[in-house]
């Protein structure tokens, strides 16, 4: 009994005062800022540019040191214009106990209870207006990724569109036994600026499977195609890898 | 002679369907959260014909969808969008679009409204993006005005789309000499095109069992045999799974006579030649309908079926005014 109740008070007392944390995210490739319209490389000498970045942000949480988590609620829609910054885009914000954790995690996507209601009825950043409604194929596309491929015979757009229940990108960055990643939330508050590096989707997967947008079908990635699905689980497993916390 | 009157009696019972399906044919359902209004359905026709709803302003909805070819995109197989990108899939006749529960060739869209995104948004077809549209809308006054009379509100993605489907709720067809035969007028059809529809209406021809009632279609996705292997996979490319592959929504036969080139990817030229496919049997595949076979009907058999395809053809509708661009 008494042990129960030594344990409740510092939560009770931490979560009364909440300090404001904003979540940043720079678009990278590789280690340098992604510039839109710039032109990069695949490892398999593919040139490319990017032309659209947009994402749910979704059932985020910090990570205590013991492992607990603070859950954090909301859900953002992350999405980068071509004229406007690709670093330190404030995307969310937060209200968190200050004090030391050891990471953060967080869905890309739509929770499951929101991605099938009837999208005519729901606001910003979901229904219609968001641009992200699946059309063919009822639910939301959870992250869309959009380019131009500069092939030997003429440009290409090619798009990553990824939905579906099944494609929902957890992603977790902490890291309790190392203690590589801190996180110090101060009581006047703090940011959480994390690098998402968008090249690692184009990372060849096992057999050295890759994004090759020589080929038509590939150009067009699109939920659960069986033509495409190998791929598509190259570029989700790649994704859920590419957020990184900034130093 | 007993099997012959057995085939009279299914024939007349689906003839009898499709008399009360004819002079009174049920209502568009029409959802709650838009309702129908003149001005609405004025302004969803104006966007429908507007090519400055794409990127490159040179798209409209009617593009693809061309009223003279029942809103099928007229002796295409594939359609074009902005910057000459070609689709895949031929365009489908939007003939009663209403009343279908299933949109696009998977029939996995539940509403116009929320179907009108796909073009408006997709790379190959529009392309625009949300915040783009409705800048564009909004500088235009006649818009920005009409907007704000039907939806109390400026223009957005939503509302376009809200509009849109008022329209494509009233493109309604019921008077081919099909309707016309149904409602009484015993010399609207030809004779060819009366033995064509017993042998659709009976299990000789089978076509009814998918292509269903006074719609034509039972909006359920199925294999009619075309492929032995498919190229596109339909209803597969939104489950993952293998016995969806080459599943496509049963089309209506409305206006099929306009609506040339034929199926998913527009692949068949003619009717007649859609008909031979379902007289073969169509291409053995794992997931063919148990329904596909072959069907030993004659050349006559043949002719007449394609005959009474074309009494579905309603020019009432390809003309009517109200389905034209607004002047």
């Known amino acids: ?247 | 002679m007993l099997m012959h009157l057995l085939t009279l009696t299914v024939v007349m019972a689906a003839l009898i369907g499709a008399v009360l399906a004819a002079t009174h044919h049920p209502a568009v359902p029409i959802p709650p959260d838009n309702p129908q209004t003149p001005a609405k359905i004025e302004l969803g026709r104006k966007l429908f014909f507007d090519q400055r709803l794409s990127a490159d302003l040179t798209i409209s909805c009617a593009s693809c969808h061309k009223p003279e070819f029942a809103f099928s995109d007229g002796g295409n197989a594939v359609s074009t969008g902005v910057g000459g990108r070609r689709g895949t899939r031929n365009t489908p006749t939007l003939t009663n679009v209403g009343f279908r529960q299933g949109l696009f060739w998977e029939g996995r869209s539940t509403r116009l409204e929320l179907q009108a995104v796909g073009p408006l948004t997709a790379r190959i077809e529009m392309d625009m993006q949300p915040e783009v549209l409705a800048q564009r809308l909004e500088a235009i006054p006649e818009y920005a005005r009409a907007f704000r009379e039907v939806f109390g509100e400026a223009p957005t993605l939503k509302t376009t789309t809200f509009a849109l489907a008022a329209f494509q709720r009233t493109l309604l067809s019921y008077n081919s000499p099909f309707d016309r035969f149904q409602a009484g007028d015993d010399l609207a059809m030809s004779e060819a095109a009366l033995r064509g529809m017993e042998v659709f209406f009976a299990e000789s021809g089978d076509c009814f069992h998918c292509h269903v009632g006074s719609e034509f279609t039972d909006d359920v996705p199925r294999n009619n045999a075309l492929y032995t292997v498919y190229q596109d996979l339909g209803l597969a490319l939104a489950t993952g799974l293998d016995e969806d592959v080459g599943k496509f929504k049963t089309p209506t036969l409305r206006n099929i006579e306009l609506t040339a080139p034929y199926m998913h990817d527009g692949s068949i030229k003619t009717l007649r030649e859609v008909v031979e496919h379902y007289n073969r049997g169509g291409e053995p595949n794992l997931n063919s309908d148990v329904l596909m076979r072959p069907l030993g009907l004659s050349e006559q058999q043949i002719d007449d079926l394609v005959e009474f395809l074309k009494s579905l053809t309603d020019r009432s509708f390809t003309t009517n005014p109200a389905f034209q661009p607004p002047r």
Do not use: C
């Open chain 1, 1 to 247: 009994m008494s042990k129960w109740f030594l344990f409740l008070i510092p939560l009770v007392l931490t979560s009364a005062m909440a300090a404001p944390v904003e979540l940043k995210i720079n678009l990278r490739i590789g280690d340098q800022p992604l510039q839109f319209g710039q032109t990069y490389q695949t490892p398999q000498g593919q040139r490319y540019q990017i032309n659209m970045v947009k994402f749910y942000i979704s059932e985020v949480a910090l990570v205590r040191p013991d492992g607990r988590e603070v859950v954090v609620d909301g859900l953002v829609l992350a999405d980068f214009k071509r004229d406007a910054p690709t670093q330190g885009v404030s995307v969310m914000r937060m209200e968190v106990p200050p004090g030391e954790y050891r990471g953060i995690r967080f869905n890309v996507g739509v929770p499951r209870e929101l991605n099938h209601l009837d999208a005519t009825t729901q606001q910003m950043p979901l229904g219609i207006n968001s641009g992200m409604f699946w059309a063919w194929n009822p639910g939301y596309i959870f992250y869309r990724l959009e380019g131009t491929a500069l092939l030997p015979d003429g440009n290409q757009g090619w798009v990553i569109h990824m939905g579906t229940d099944s494609f929902r990108l957890p992603v977790r960055i902490h890291d309790l036994q190392t203690r590589r990643v801190r996180i110090h939330i101060p009581p006047s508050g703090g940011t959480i600026t994390l690098n998402l590096d968008l090249a690692a989707a184009f990372q060849p997967g096992p057999g050295g499977a890759f994004l090759d947008w020589s080929r038509p079908e590939l150009r067009q990635l699109h939920g659960l195609s069986p033509q495409t699905r190998l791929i598509m689980s190259v570029v989700y497993f790649n994704m859920s890898n590419a957020f990184s916390l900034a130093q």
